[in-house]
């Protein structure tokens, strides 16, 4: 079944005009998220040794891969912000065009530290691209569909990185000068379906023939695609949302668990980035197979995306993020005492389906605690909770990789085993469900 299908099976009957708009701009954006991760991921798994090469030490590796983050955490959400005043569009656009120059800058040969700074550069660019994106789909799709949509989003951007760690792993730390114009180039030409996708938006303004729903006009203070998207009657009515349904006290609930969660990826994410390479490296692992084990770790996140989403726009989002979690937790914990990099290679595949669902069911429930004339305010909370957490991780991890190899995974997993804590105790009386009819549920 392909986005725009998936998109549409299960909406409500009597769906508000631009549904079909709706799907287009989510496949739009989604070949977009592919293309500009495509590249990065071509990055990824050699950047470390690129570093050393550089006559980087392992803090220094550390430093670069926290910069990217650390740089997003700065960005992502003053970039949520300005989507909500100026247009998801010109953030998005704008973000691309400043990933691709962040990475053409690598190619001015400098000392090691000089990387940081590019690096940095990327971060801000790839962040608050995401973050704009992320926005519109929340604007334009349904509560009741919006686990798939956001679940499509999130898998093309494994499906990325699936396809860039191999093609990066094949050329090697000699063709990186090469793997740089190629991110560059991978960044532009995203913008083309990101074009597309403006027209979809654009098109949601026209109303269905024969639609009982005339769109509403939004008002003077939007802009941008927000104007696009909220004339199409699809973005902001009760009936098309799913009905939120959440007193004030359970949405923040829902959004302050869904940032708590979003910390929780955050150092993961911080301790892989930074350490993952080096784990491999020390079991003795090539260049090739540090790139496969990129590649099999994304694959079943970005096959699993649709299901994971649906699974999200039909049970109880709460605790199928809570239980990815954990799932997740228990995986990192266990990496650093394998015996061999084959079994973290085969292990990586199994943490990857917990994962996929964590972010369509938190991003539900983060988009229905939150008003639509906030949504990039949110997005950019979100991002930059786990962004920052990433920066920190990372920076702290690549010091304690050189104490001892199992010093970042363990220390990480029991702060993250301490915040889902916290997160099951502030998700407890959140509605969990979303109903089909525009009811929410008070589930457990």
């Not at 699809?234 to 969660?261: F, I, N, Q, T, Y």
């Not at 920066?391 to 991890?397: D, I, K, P, R, S």
Request: glycine share 14%.
């Amino acid at each position: 079944m392909d986005a725009s299908a998936e998109l549409r099976a299960g909406a409500p009957t009597g769906r508000a005009p631009g549904s079909g708009n709706a799907a287009s701009l989510v496949r739009s954006l989604s070949i977009a998220v592919l293309l500009q991760w495509a590249g990065a991921g071509a990055l990824l798994p050699l950047l470390p040794l690129y570093v050393k090469d550089h006559g980087g030490s392992d803090a220094v590796v550390g430093a670069v891969m926290a910069a990217y983050f650390a740089s997003a955490f700065v960005f992502q959400y003053g970039a949520g912000r300005l989507s909500d005043r100026l247009g998801r569009m010109p953030v998005l656009i704008g973000g691309l065009v400043v990933y691709a120059l962040g990475s053409l800058l690598f190619l001015v040969r400098g000392p090691a530290p000089l990387d940081v700074v590019f690096r940095a550069l990327q971060g801000a660019g790839a962040g608050g691209a995401m973050v704009a994106a992320l926005a519109m789909i929340s604007h334009a799709v349904p509560l009741t569909q919006r686990g798939r949509a956001t679940g499509l989003l999130y898998g093309a951007e494994l499906g990325g990185l699936a396809i860039g760690p191999v093609v990066g792993s094949l050329a090697g730390v000699a063709a990186m000068s090469w793997l740089f114009v190629a991110a560059a180039v991978a960044s532009l030409v995203a913008i083309g379906p990101v074009l597309v996708a403006r027209a979809a938006a654009r098109a949601a303004e026209e109303p269905v023939p024969g639609s009982a729903e005339t769109p509403r006009r939004p008002a003077s203070r939007e802009s941008g695609e927000s104007r696009e998207l909220a004339a199409s009657g699809a973005a902001r009515s009760p009936a098309a949302d799913g009905g939120g349904g959440m007193s004030r006290a359970s949405a923040e609930r829902a959004v302050w668990g869904a940032l708590l969660a979003a910390a929780m990826i955050g150092v993961m994410s911080g301790v892989y980035e930074s350490c993952w390479t080096l784990l491999m490296t020390r079991h003795g692992a090539a260049q090739w197979e540090i790139g496969v084990s990129w590649t099999l770790f994304a694959l079943p996140f970005a096959l699993l995306s649709r299901p994971a989403g649906w699974l999200a726009d039909h049970f109880d989002r709460r605790w199928l993020a809570v239980g990815s979690l954990a799932w997740s937790v228990a995986f990192l914990a266990t990496y650093p005492f394998l015996p061999g990099f084959v079994p973290l290679m085969v292990l990586g595949i199994w943490e990857s389906l917990g994962l996929s669902i964590t972010l369509p069911a938190c991003q539900s429930l983060l988009g229905q605690g939150t008003s639509p004339e906030r949504h990039g305010h949110a997005q950019g909370l979100f991002a930059a909770s786990q962004t920052g957490t990433t920066a920190l991780a990372a920076a702290c991890a690549g010091g304690l990789f050189g104490i001892a190899p199992w010093a970042p995974f363990v220390g990480g997993a029991v702060c993250c085993a301490l915040v889902a804590t916290v997160v099951v105790v502030v998700w407890w009386h959140v509605p969990g469900r979303v109903r089909e009819s525009g009811a929410a549920t008070v589930c457990g």
